[in-house]
């Protein structure tokens, strides 16, 4: 291996990848933290094949995550002729999470160990009248989050600082400023260009070294999905977050960050209906909640008087789809769905087309709603409306893990950094020395 070494610090530099021995040590590190994560606990020699390190390596690095608090022994095995070997797993109360669900009609704050534990949940509700711009009034939801992220810290008697990091899930297109961090592009929702981090950073009583990640609520449920739930074992997949509106998260490596699509927002009917976008003709305006809701009312529904969305599509699938035996369909209700499940079908076809995922997974509470029956009806149109060879290899289902699944995934964001550090919070690494090149470089280009 080629190595040199910087002059003053005396940190070895992989000379054709330029990784120190620093870089290489966060690695193992990571491996081994993910490694007990996902199948631990496990003894020393279990963790040698199952991360590539040599016996040498993973005894350092345990024994490292061990002083650090990050590891803890969990009993013992017996070993095929030898002695007893001691288990090692992620010890639960080293450091928490808080992830944040900002949703149709609430904001749900929920505080986790390091193992995903719940330990405290606390919801705030959203109007549920009204205009969508005034239900998701910014102010509003930072006093939600302000008094919501104390109130479950105060449950669970855990200091701040012992944080390691907020994840929110959001409504919208999330982008990046050095001055503002996140800021949120939410046109559904009345967000223009809203520094939401700062917001936060201002508003909410917490050390400025706790880190937020502040994501689109598709990609937080994309990532819990395929983490935990029915993405687990593919190598691809489109994790489709189907609430009063609709997106999705595009995932092309298991452990890695997803990307969240506008799907919702595809056009799918030349000059067609109104979306809350702006826009006509998006798919949104024809297969969100919302919307679905809308034209079983025009073409003569009747939802119950002043109930919200979901419990008008409880009572839209009611008529539709009745429990009592003898009992009619309503006819407008089975119209509309079927007309939506076409809608949604060939929504799905584009998403086979443009990514051929393994796997397309269906969340949120709408989803969740309309279950695995509505989904067979989409599943024939996707079918039909995609190119052959995608579709045969697709699988399409239900996500497994409930409503709750992007405050869990919002959670995931701060885990999945810290993991990246090698379980380090980004305050407690020292900056390293910059080789010498890097000055000079810098310096020529000043002039």
């Known amino acids: 291996m080629l190595q040199r070494t910087t002059s003053e610090t005396g940190t070895k530099v992989h000379a054709r990848t330029g990784r120190t021995v620093r870089d290489l040590r966060r690695e193992n590190r990571t491996a081994v933290?993910?490694?007990?994560?996902?199948d631990g606990p496990m003894s020393r020699l279990m963790l040698g094949p199952a991360t590539g390190l040599s016996s040498g390596s993973?005894?350092?690095?345990?024994?490292?995550?061990?002083?650090?608090?990050?590891?803890?022994?969990?009993?013992?095995?017996?070993?095929?002729?030898?002695?007893?070997?001691t288990l090692v797993r992620i010890t639960?109360?080293?450091?928490?999470?808080?992830?944040?669900?900002?949703?149709?009609?609430?904001?749900?704050?929920?505080?986790?160990?390091?193992?995903?534990?719940e330990l405290a949940r606390t919801e705030r509700p959203l109007a549920c009248s009204g205009p969508r711009t005034a239900r998701y009034d910014v102010d509003l939801v930072v006093d939600h989050l302000r008094e919501g992220i104390a109130e479950v810290l105060r449950i669970a008697d855990v200091p701040a600082d012992r944080l390691i990091g907020v994840g929110v899930g959001v409504p919208g297109i999330v982008a990046r400023t050095a001055e503002d961090g996140a800021v949120v592009h939410g046109q559904t929702v009345g967000w223009d260009a809203v520094p939401f981090e700062r917001l936060l950073r201002a508003a909410v009583d917490l050390p400025e070294s706790v880190p937020y990640w502040i994501d689109n609520g598709a990609k937080t449920l994309g990532q819990a999905e395929m983490w935990f739930g029915a993405g687990r074992g593919a190598r691809s997949a489109v994790v489709v977050l189907f609430g009063s509106g609709v997106g999705a998260c595009v995932v092309t490596d298991p452990m890695g960050p997803g990307r969240a699509v506008e799907w919702g927002h595809l056009t799918v009917r030349v000059r067609g209906r109104r979306c809350r976008c702006g826009a006509q003709g998006c798919l949104e305006a024809y297969a969100g909640a919302e919307a679905l809701l809308e034209r079983w009312r025009e073409a003569g529904g009747e939802p119950p008087a002043g109930a919200d969305e979901e419990t008008a599509l409880t009572a839209m699938l009611a008529a539709a789809y009745p429990a009592e035996p003898n009992t009619e369909p309503d006819a407008t209700a089975v119209a509309v769905l079927a007309e939506t499940a076409e809608y949604l079908g060939a929504g799905f076809a584009d998403l086979i087309n443009l990514f051929q995922p393994?796997?397309?997974?269906?969340?949120?509470?709408?989803?969740?709603?309309?279950?695995?029956?509505?989904?067979?009806?989409?599943?024939?149109?996707?079918?039909?409306?995609?190119?052959?060879?995608?579709?045969?290899?697709?699988?399409?289902?239900?996500?497994?893990?409930?409503p709750d699944a992007v405050t869990v995934g919002a959670a995931i964001l701060p885990l999945a950094d810290f993991f990246g550090r090698g379980g380090r919070r980004a305050e407690t690494e020292t900056a390293e020395e910059q080789p010498a090149w890097a000055s000079t470089v810098r310096e020529r280009g000043a002039h």
Do not use: C
């Open 33 to 38: 933290l993910r490694r007990l994560y996902f």
């Open 92 to 117: 639960p109360a080293s450091g928490f999470m808080i992830g944040v669900d900002i949703g149709e009609t609430r904001v749900r704050i929920e505080l986790f160990d390091l193992t995903l534990t």
């Open 358 to 402: 393994e796997r397309i997974l269906v969340g949120g509470w709408a989803g969740l709603q309309l279950g695995t029956r509505f989904l067979e009806t989409v599943k024939g149109y996707a079918s039909a409306y995609a190119l052959t060879y995608p579709a045969a290899r697709v699988v399409i289902d239900m996500g497994t893990l409930g």
């Open 58 to 85: 993973v005894s350092n690095v345990v024994a490292e995550l061990v002083a650090d608090g990050l590891v803890e022994e969990a009993g013992s095995v017996d070993s095929a002729g030898g002695r007893p070997r």
